[in-house]
């Protein structure tokens, strides 16, 4: 981090067993993305006369380059924050997970999925039962009528674009699940 923690406690005395715990838990974050510039931590107790049944309400407040991220627990949800601790570690968890999906997008690491081998029926041999695709990459896959789902065989006409499983076949590469696309085009 590049500035020091800021904890403040309010409607309570300053503890310093929840500081410490509180830097532990800042650390931690630190390790998660360690460009965090600032990190700011508000305990607050709900009544300050209560001896039992205080409710506490702990907000993380961590400014990063492009913004700021604020988790917190809200109390009138969950009687467990009637410990401070477990308000602190719930806060500090929801702050973690909001910087990992904030580290994932600077970094660009988004799920993509890839496109699955597809081509268009080349040639079909009704008589034999088989037929030909021509993938986008120019190679012939050979395909078995029972490889067709969701659709009749007797009912394929050449250029139709499809999608398909390949595997090794015997005599080079089959395709073992083919389906028609129709009308929803994969893009690449």
Known sequence: ????????????????????????????????????????????CSHRHHQQGNIYHVTVDLTVPDGELIAS?????????????????????????????????????????????HGHIASLYPDMNY???LTADG??????????????????SEGEEVRFVEVAGELGPQASTVRVIGKHHLVE
Do not use: W
């Open 131 to 133: 037929g030909k695709i």
């Open 139 to 156: 190679k012939e896959v050979y395909f078995h009528r029972n490889s067709i789902v969701d659709a009749d065989f007797d009912k394929l």
């Open 73 to 117: 627990r809200e109390p009138d949800l969950n009687h467990a924050y009637e410990d401070a601790y477990v308000a602190i570690r719930d806060a500090f968890n929801a702050a973690r997970r909001q910087l990992q999906n904030y580290a994932s997008r600077r970094q660009r690491n988004v799920k993509s999925h890839a496109v699955p081998p």
């Open 1 to 44: 981090m590049q500035l020091p923690i800021q904890i403040t406690f309010r409607n309570m005395a300053a503890s310093e067993a929840m500081e410490a715990k509180i830097r532990e838990k800042a650390v931690k974050l630190d390790q998660v993305y360690a460009r965090i510039m600032s990190c700011r931590v508000m305990v607050e």
